[in-house]
Nanobody, 122 residues
């Protein structure tokens, strides 16, 4: 079973940048669609971005389009989320997740990391 470990979260001022990483434990990761979700206190987990196995197809939530970039390095079993022009409303725990096919629904993803906290101060 694939294990996912996120890193790169932290505290940043509004307008700043962070780069999240998610490392998978197995090479089977390379066959998966990978996605980032986030969950703010008192809110449901929401889709942020996804990327197909080759990196050639990406999807973004409207709220992050133009500010966030998802990418992957299959040689390193790693998916990234570059977050620029951060806003206080981006504050949340960010999770990476994997599955066989593209979806925006958290319930469709069987593999999850433990999450990394991102806090954006105003």
């Amino acid at each position: 079973q694939v294990q996912l470990v996120e890193s790169g979260g932290g505290l940043v001022q509004a307008g700043g940048s962070l780069r999240l990483s998610c490392v998978a434990s197995e090479r089977t990761f390379n066959n998966y669609v990978m996605a980032w979700f986030r969950q703010a206190p008192g809110k449901e987990r929401e889709f942020v971005a996804s990327i197909n196995w080759s990196g050639g197809s990406t999807l973004y939530a409207d709220s992050v389009k133009g500010r966030f970039t998802i990418s992957r390095d299959n040689f390193k079993n790693t998916v990234f989320l570059q977050m620029d022009s951060l806003k206080p409303e981006d504050t949340a725990v960010y999770y990476c997740a994997g599955r066989s096919y593209i979806s925006r629904r958290p319930d469709d993803f069987p593999y999850w990391g433990q999450g990394t906290q991102v806090t954006v101060s105003s």
